[in-house]
């Protein structure tokens, strides 16, 4: 007789497609295509088997598969348990993979067949382990592992009319870690009602698009990253609430995906930038028109040669940025119509917007600061760290005190990106907060230095990275490899900086007057300037 | 240097457009228009000037006001301190409006000076009343009655810079009175949590419009429903965290709404059928073209004739559902395109399907349930009461345990409302429960009988009411009136109503057995057939 408070749990994104009648369907690869009444008796028999098999409210299960209607399953049916989904970064060492399955106390594994030398390597090192539930495409159980069961087998041995339990909307109900540049990864965390959240700001910003990004109940969601990452973004969420067409394609073969894409009429994916290129240049896609297809680019920044090409097929392409640490949704690149209408040139400005990360989607609070924590102004010039609150940020990370003390100083989480906001309201992000040089109170982008300097006449190469200063506390340091030895002068690059410095596009303050000319310039192993070693170097 | 948990608080619907620079304007009337950061400034004055008056957390404001920027001030301005907003339905009589402000424990009153002569009948009746703030279009505060401020004053004693308070998100926010058929009208109240989550799930539907009622954020809202009505259906705030112009056209007069929507350029208003009416006959809109106009019809039903002109004159109409208990938005007719794609007459299914309630949003739950709390069959004929689980319900009515315990009897909220789904998932209404024929076990809807023996060659008016069985509990009783006294048979009407049990659309078991043949039928002063006399006459 009390009413109903509807606290927001993740089992609750599974009504609306129900009752709306979505005629809609999932689909995994060639082989597997059910529609919503099957997808929501299948989570109930999945929570209700794992139910079955001990797993409680408060205990982990690791996935570990490619993009397939399984993992879409399992970010539901364990949930719904109130047990921890941990998505497990397959890309990672075997040693950092141990690592993370160990810290997050994961109980049961869920291992797809390809990571079954993976895990019998490491299983020794996982004492915690007690269930592996077998993943495969055809309903076996390869030998090597001491399963507990097989995916479908325990789906079968599940209640299709199984009750989702009801509890505290805080409960977590999700992980998966994040790796740095050092040390070993750290365990991000999510509750039920961050889910939610996510799920409905996301869809909310949708609802404000106009020029690009505009979605329908009629969308075919199909990710192009792997789910193990950030919640795929949020998406399968967004599209089971929406009650979209929803397309898996296992492992990612760019030939494989693109056919699957077209076939099944794909209209929404996300991904980083090197697999769009990869589908643009797949054998599929020559000569196809791709008109209707959404591409939303995070990770990296969109190189603008590829945004071009993709422009050019007709995908809409467009950029949003966020972290594990957000869930991950922060920012997304929706024009606006005012600014394409007060442009010049419109469709100059629209790819420029396109390559940003974009807007604070609904809700998000997103700030560039000082030291201080005062915002920075708008002048296009001044930068500083980009620091956030929406509902759905990792309160901290999993066991580890002080680094969630450092993400949260002065009640902001801290993205460790330094950028600024343009007149229009769309982020620029020009460098990350270890590399930028902190001088005389302004923050200088080594890298917006190094793309300067770049398209000097005479420079070769380029490294920019920040030097003590008895004066400013730090200045930035030049270091060039010429196009022709001996002919480059200092104050030649400095004249060329003071350029943009009338522009407006760096302060007075950012021409360093510190060079090193070099013969080669040193990198990482994977070919990127390696910084620390040259700030050892010249320090 | 702890995590933000983002509580759900109105503030935070505030941040959105000045962090996506808005460039889009707040129109009042003809003489009021400001931009949003102005927007912002004067709610923190007006929250500000409040405080400075002795407005806490807890208190209860109230507001009476036609449509104004002042009211959407309000809507923000008020809760944002931890206090109450009370729109107060102005339409009731000065004695039940003076029970409401009463009852609601207001102590402040913001009132416009058209009430002046209402407020100094009724003042005596209210001893908690300590300030009265004047609303005026000329910033003077006329003589009548003893003015504490002027809120144009009030806003200028005000803080720009006002920092609104954090507290918990189940804080009420804002309270109003529904009128029902019998007694003095119930308080409904709603927290902030339930306030932005309503805007959250109301914006994500809108992000799966295909066919009709597609937003973006170039969208120019205009209620024409009273601000006092639900929230304005919760539009200001909905407006507001998206960045829409919003326009206000004071008390409703057809012809200056009408000519301000056409010159401001609006895109979207919500009325009950009687306004839009009114709007289509306005002399303003003769020979307009109103492509681009989205109007959301509730309230009562839709008349097919009234969305047959909109239709004709290019205007998007489509209805939804809610109610005051609801904040309110629970279901809305958004056209599925595999419906329309199906249909062998595509235009007449979109206008069947805008004329329904619609179907139930994101993650609102509703059901059509038997008195046993089932829910009953898809089947065309079975109906039962709506009832529903939102994330945004009142839970409760203010001080009233006794009708708080009916409303929300087996944990889900009663609308009263009699109705059924069909196979696409659109909402149905057929009755209201109190006038539904519980009949062994089945719902027979006394409107439907009466809609289709209307038709039945030699009915001229008929009434169905129930009457008491010993066997069935409750059997229809047929009260016609004749076109031509003594010609008809009541074994007619049953062979009439039969050819309906054929195609589905009633039980064989709703058929009457019962009739009686009369001159007339009593009815109410408006003109309503009296069906509480019937029931006495025919107990």
Chains 1, 2 share one sequence.
């Not at 930035?476 to 400095?494: N, Q, Y």
């Not at 303050?509 to 192993?525: G, K």
Request: proline letters at 6%; hydrophobic letters at 40%; one cysteine or more.
């Amino acid at each position: 007789m009390t009413p109903y408070e509807f606290p927001l749990l993740i089992k609750q994104l599974l009504e609306t497609a129900i009752s709306q009648r979505s005629r809609k369907e999932i689909v995994y690869g060639d082989n597997v295509r059910y529609d919503y009444p099957t997808l929501v008796k299948r989570i109930k028999r999945l929570a209700s088997g794992l139910a079955g098999l001990g797993v409680q409210k408060g205990d982990t299960v690791a996935v570990l598969d490619w993009d397939t209607n399984r993992y879409l399953e399992a970010y539901f049916g364990i949930p719904v348990l109130g047990a921890t989904m941990m998505t497990t970064n397959i890309r990672l060492s075997p040693e950092q993979i141990a690592y993370t399955l160990d810290h997050s106390g994961a109980e049961t594994l869920l291992v797809h067949t390809d990571f079954i030398p993976l895990i019998q390597d490491i299983l020794p090192s996982l004492p915690k382990v007690k269930r592996l539930v077998c993943l495969s495409d055809d309903g076996t159980s390869p030998a090597g592992l001491d399963w507990t069961s097989e995916y479908e087998a325990l789906l079968i041995s599940g209640d299709e009319t199984f009750e989702f339990p009801e509890f505290d909307e805080q409960t977590r109900a999700t992980t998966f870690y994040t790796t740095g540049t050092t040390g070993m990864p750290k365990g991000v965390y999510f509750s039920h009602r961050q889910i939610v959240l996510h799920t409905l700001v996301v869809l909310s910003t949708i609802a404000q698009a106009g020029e690009n990004a505009q979605f329908s109940r009629n969308d075919v969601y199909m990710p192009l990253t792997p789910m193990f990452h950030a919640h795929a973004w949020g998406y399968p969420y967004i599209a089971t609430l929406s009650g979209w067409k929803q397309v898996y394609a296992g492992k990612f073969e760019p030939s494989f995906a693109t056919k699957l894409a077209l076939s099944e009429g794909v209209t929404f994916s996300h991904c980083v930038p090197t697999i769009l290129d990869m589908v643009l240049n797949a054998p599929e896609a020559e000569g196809v028109d791709f008109k209707g297809w959404k591409f939303l680019i995070g990770g990296s920044g969109l190189p603008r040669g590829i945004a071009q090409r993709a422009l050019a097929r007709n995908i809409d392409v467009y950029c949003g940025y966020g972290m594990s640490e957000s869930c991950p949704l922060l920012t997304v690149a929706q024009l606006k119509t005012d600014v394409l209408q007060n442009a010049v040139n419109p469709e100059d400005v629209a790819l420029e917007k396109r390559l940003t990360p974009g807007m604070p989607i609904l809700l998000a609070q997103v700030r560039v600061v000082n030291d201080a924590m005062e915002s920075v102004p708008v002048d296009g010039a001044s930068v500083g760290e980009v620091v956030v609150r929406t509902p759905y940020l990792t309160q901290g990370y999993h066991n580890n005190p002080e680094a969630s003390r450092e993400l949260w100083q002065g009640g902001w989480m801290h993205t460790g990106d330094i950028g600024r906001f343009d007149d229009e309201g769309y982020l620029h992000l020009v460098d990350r907060k270890k590399d930028v040089i902190k001088s005389g109170g302004e923050w200088i982008s080594s890298i917006q230095l190094e793309d300067l300097i770049s398209v000097c006449p005479g420079v070769k190469e380029v490294a920019v990275i920040s030097v003590d200063d008895a004066k400013w506390g730090e200045r930035p340091l030049v270091i060039v490899v010429e196009a022709d030895p001996g002919t480059l002068l200092a104050e030649t690059v400095r004249e060329h900086l003071k350029t943009f410095v009338n522009n407006g596009l760096i302060s007075p303050f950012a021409v360093p007057e510190r060079f090193e000319f070099v013969e080669t310039i040193a990198r990482t192993s994977v070919g990127k300037i390696d910084k620390k070693a040259l700030r050892k170097q010249y320090a």
